[in-house]
């Protein structure tokens, strides 16, 4: 089977499930007990903190270990209408961010909420950002460092610098960024966030990366009093054991690129009216948004899955919902090509035979 559904989630390292296993079955200990076997969890939990906060530059306190990028954007969202005194700030986004980012803020903010349009390559229009921060400065800027269905990179660090030019928190989730792309510059941003399924480990663990502590779960005093709940400790431990495999194995995706420039140039031979969504922009080296020039997608989806190619047709979370994403619309595709669109993300297993044997 070649899994080409790698933004959506990916599979769990072999070493991942050795170490929750172990985690689950000698370290069960609740790590706030001030008994020996909870202390040694909570010594393995800063051990992790530490390590991780190593790799992306920044202090371990930044850290707070959540249940993943939908939780931590929620909680920034969440800090800053609470720190506005009950949201007067507006607050300015991206009309393509994940559904924790616009519903959230949607909750938070209503009308209050300006949004930034993206060129037909999927990129934020940063010149009207700009103009729109120097309209009114907003209380938080939220952009993704990628975009999950079209893989396009976006202008993340120039945001991050004329945020902190004007002293406006910025807020970045890099759910797709992190475990693809080098982190460095990350700790930049005011905060950013990710999970750990992204890049071979568990589901249901992730990370705020936060200059200030964003207090959210209350309750317990855990996390440094910001998130209230016992520690997930087999799920922190997994994703310390998955960065730091992934942080190993380096950064060089030149040639898993071509792999996939090669496969859209079949697929652009073999199909007239073919479109590449987010084709001339920057985009990961591992994401394919292909808009078929015909049949529904879930056609394509269990067509390929009967093949042995397992794909997707579109995120995850709008699936979820049998509801085209926002991008389409942002993007100006009408209703039938949003029901034509298939996305194919590869991970690092990913071999240059898999993309040939789907195109
Ligand atoms: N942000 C982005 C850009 C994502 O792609 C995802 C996952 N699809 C999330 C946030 C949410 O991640 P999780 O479901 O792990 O909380």
Not at 223 to 244: C, D, L, Q, Y
Request: glycine share 8%; aromatic share 8%.
């Amino acid at each position: 089977m070649a899994y080409f559904d790698n933004n959506s989630t990916t599979k769990p390292l072999a070493e991942v499930l050795v170490a929750m296993q172990n985690a689950s079955a000698k370290n069960w200990a609740n790590p706030s007990s001030p008994h020996r076997s909870g202390c040694h969890v909570r010594a393995l939990i800063e051990r992790a903190r530490e390590e991780i906060a190593q790799t992306l530059n920044v202090e371990p306190k930044q850290l707070t270990f959540t249940s993943g990028a939908t939780e931590s954007n929620n909680a920034v969202l969440s800090y800053i209408a609470k720190s506005q005194d009950g949201g007067c700030g507006n607050i300015l986004l991206s009309s393509i961010e994940h559904p924790s980012i616009l519903e959230t803020a949607q909750f938070h903010f209503s009308e209050k909420i300006r949004t930034v349009r993206i060129n037909s390559d999927g990129v934020v229009q940063i010149e009207e950002l700009i103009e729109l921060m120097d309209q009114e400065v907003p209380g938080l800027v939220a952009l993704m460092a990628v975009h999950n269905e079209t893989g396009v990179v976006q202008p993340w660090q120039e945001v991050a610098q004329v945020c902190r030019d004007r002293g406006v928190w910025f807020h970045c989730d890099a759910t797709q960024w992190i475990g693809k792309l080098d982190p460095a510059g990350l700790n930049s941003c005011s905060s950013f966030s990710f999970s750990a399924h992204k890049f071979g480990g568990p589901k249901g663990v992730g990370v705020l990366v936060s200059n200030e502590p964003v207090s959210w779960v209350k309750g317990g005093g855990q996390e440094s009093e910001t998130r209230g709940g016992t520690e997930n400790f087999p799920g922190i431990e997994g994703m310390r054991v998955a960065w730091m495999h992934h942080c190993s194995t380096g950064y060089s995706f030149d040639l898993a690129e071509s792999w996939r420039d090669a496969f859209e140039e079949r697929m652009n031979h073999q199909f007239t009216h073919l479109k590449i969504i987010g084709g001339k922009a920057k985009r990961l080296w591992n994401t394919s948004l292909l808009c078929l020039p015909e049949f529904n997608n879930l056609e394509w989806v269990s067509r390929l899955d009967r093949l042995g190619h397992v794909v997707s047709n579109g995120s995850a979370c709008s699936t979820a919902r049998d509801q085209p994403s926002t991008l389409s619309g942002a993007i100006g595709l009408n209703a039938s090509e949003s029901r034509r669109l298939v996305r194919i993300s590869a991970s690092q297993a990913t071999t240059e035979e898999d993309w040939q044997s789907l195109g």
